[in-house]
């Protein structure tokens, strides 16, 4: 009986063995000498050989001479501010180029507010928000557009272009589903891939193909139930695209979200202070309540004339992104004479109902004679302020249809009008549109001045299409 006690609690053999070899592995782990490379000792010639040999990596690719940008930056000197009319190499010339739609950049009671805030804060606030960064013109500022935006609060960034890139890796995170439409900016894509979710893209303003999307959503949910749970859908939009000139179908998108349960951002950056009856945005220009929109994020740089952006939105939502937005917590705040003069630039589109009157009517105007002009073609809507023109007939080579309206842009500069082609990182870029130049309308620009501004493209391409055909 007392041995076949001892056989049962005898352990396997195959523990026997491992830890045989485990005890084997140690001791020859104990015993055996370290590694070290055999040292070779050059003299004094050889070591002045392989450093006369050695051939640094460049630090940045090299640049062609004649990279448009490079052009751009040793031909066109601005002097002054880029306003409706700018001094280019000496030379005045008519500004459709400056994303400055309200005519609000170099205006008196602006440069005083921030020359008054500059006497008192100085330059900068040398520290993020949440690191002795606020200072009270900030509050004032955020609680500023919240009520200009009929929002309950509003967070301010420092950087235009990290503000909505910051706002969706806060909420979106590994697991999400976010879908986007394929004509959205370089701003927002780089937040998506911050975001690290799954990303699904929807033809530009299809809502059939973005409906076929969300059902193909549905069907992986009813798949995986218990994924489904934790699984959060977010859709991204741009109220007025940068890169089509054109107004989204926010009626239809919030309709969508509803019925499929998506969380809607609306970037603004270029619909903000510029659509609806009082520059609310394209919320108001559709007239649906902001309570619709979970975030609605824009950049001062284009209306405002000034720096930086802000999202806003329920309290709960914007507080969440002053703990989880990269750009705000980890950003120097923006400068306080910054912040004094989108105050004042508030203040007048708040006193000016006229102005924006005045910015649709010219943006019609000029959307109306760029059709007319041969071998071109206007896109986007009539009341976008942001308008691309391009080929009516394009090529199948890209460079080449660039260099067409590169020829364009410097034709219409000889004769008294700035435009710019409109730049893409080609490579980068999700969804490439079609070349094309860039015009931004001006509320400034007159009747008169408008028809001299067509007139001048038209003569241009005409002078330039008519070579190349």
């Given at each position: 009986?007392?041995g ?8 396997p053999?195959y523990?026997?063995i491992f830890e ?12 055996s000498?370290?590694y070290a490379?055999n040292k070779t000792i050059?003299?004094?010639k050889e ?15 090299d640049?062609p001479?004649d ?9 066109n ?5 880029p306003?409706?009319i700018m001094?280019i190499?000496?030379?005045?010339v008519m500004?459709?180029?400056s994303l400055?739609f309200l005519?609000l950049?170099?205006?008196?009671s ?5 020359q008054?805030a ?7 606030s ?10 009270d013109?900030h ?19 420092s950087?235009?272009?990290a503000?909505?890139a ?9 697991g ?8 959205v ?15 699904r893209y929807f033809?530009?303003n ?8 969300c ?10 139930p ?11 939009v741009?109220?007025l695209?940068a ?5 989204c179908?926010l009626?239809k ?6 019925k499929?349960k998506?969380?809607?951002f609306?970037?603004?950056s270029?619909?903000?202070g510029?659509l609806?009856k009082?520059?609310?945005g394209?919320?108001?220009h ?5 309570d ?6 824009a950049?001062?740089e284009?209306?405002?004339g000034?720096a930086?952006?802000?999202?806003c ?6 507080d969440?992104q002053?703990?989880s937005?990269?750009g705000?917590?980890?950003?120097a705040?923006l400068?306080p004479m910054?912040a004094?003069g ?10 000016d109902?006229?102005?924006?009157t005045?910015?649709?009517h ?31 007939e ?9 260099r067409t ?13 700035a ?14 549109p079609?070349?094309s130049?860039?015009?931004a309308?001006n509320?400034?620009?007159?009747d ?8 001048i493209?038209?003569d241009?391409?005409?002078a ?6």
């Amino acid at each position: 009986m007392k041995g076949q006690s001892w056989l049962a609690e005898m352990a396997p053999a195959y523990h026997l063995i491992f830890e045989a070899l485990l005890i084997i592995l140690i001791i020859k782990l104990l015993f055996s000498k370290s590694y070290a490379p055999n040292k070779t000792i050059l003299t004094e010639k050889e070591k002045e050989d392989l450093i006369n040999e050695w051939q640094p990596e460049p630090l940045v690719p090299d640049v062609p001479d004649d990279h448009p940008i490079l052009q751009a930056m040793n031909n066109n000197i601005i002097s002054g501010r880029p306003d409706k009319i700018m001094t280019i190499n000496g030379k005045s010339v008519m500004n459709m180029a400056s994303l400055n739609f309200l005519g609000l950049l170099g205006d008196e009671s602006i440069e005083a507010a921030a020359q008054k805030a500059l006497s008192k804060y100085g330059v900068g606030s040398c520290g993020p928000r949440g690191f002795y960064g606020t200072m009270d013109v900030h509050l004032e500022l955020e609680d500023r557009l919240a009520k200009f935006m009929n929002c309950e609060e509003a967070i301010l960034y420092s950087y235009g272009f990290a503000t909505i890139a910051s706002a969706i890796p806060a909420y979106s995170k590994r697991g999400d589903v976010i879908f986007v439409d394929d004509g959205v900016c370089f701003a927002i894509q780089k937040g998506l891939v911050a975001s690290r979710s799954h990303i699904r893209y929807f033809k530009h303003n299809d809502m059939e193909d973005l409906e076929r999307l969300c059902l193909e959503q549905q069907k992986e949910d009813k798949r995986v139930p218990k994924k489904a749970k934790v699984t959060r859908r977010f859709l991204v939009v741009e109220g007025l695209y940068a890169k089509h000139g054109d107004v989204c179908p926010l009626p239809k998108l919030v309709e969508m979200k509803w019925k499929y349960k998506l969380r809607i951002f609306v970037e603004e950056s270029f619909s903000f202070g510029v659509l609806g009856k009082t520059g609310r945005g394209v919320t108001e220009h559709f007239g649906i309540s902001v309570d619709e929109i979970d975030l609605m994020a824009a950049c001062l740089e284009n209306a405002i004339g000034g720096a930086g952006g802000f999202c806003c939105g329920k309290k709960y939502i914007v507080d969440h992104q002053r703990l989880s937005g990269l750009g705000y917590c980890f950003s120097a705040s923006l400068p306080p004479m910054l912040a004094s003069g989108a105050i004042q630039s508030l203040t007048i589109i708040e006193n000016d109902q006229e102005m924006l009157t005045r910015l649709r009517h010219n943006c019609e105007k000029i959307h109306e004679k760029l059709s007319k002009i041969d071998g071109m073609r206007v896109m986007g809507d009539t009341v976008a302020p942001i308008k691309h023109f391009s080929l009516s007939e394009p090529s199948d080579d890209r460079d080449f249809d660039n260099r067409t309206l590169e020829k364009i842009t410097e034709e219409a500069m000889q004769r008294g009008l700035a435009l710019t082609p409109a730049r893409y990182l080609e490579h980068e870029e999700h969804n490439l549109p079609p070349p094309s130049i860039r015009l931004a309308v001006n509320v400034k620009l007159t009747d008169e001045e408008i028809d001299n501004c067509m007139s001048i493209l038209s003569d241009a391409c005409h002078a330039v299409l008519s070579k190349s055909s």
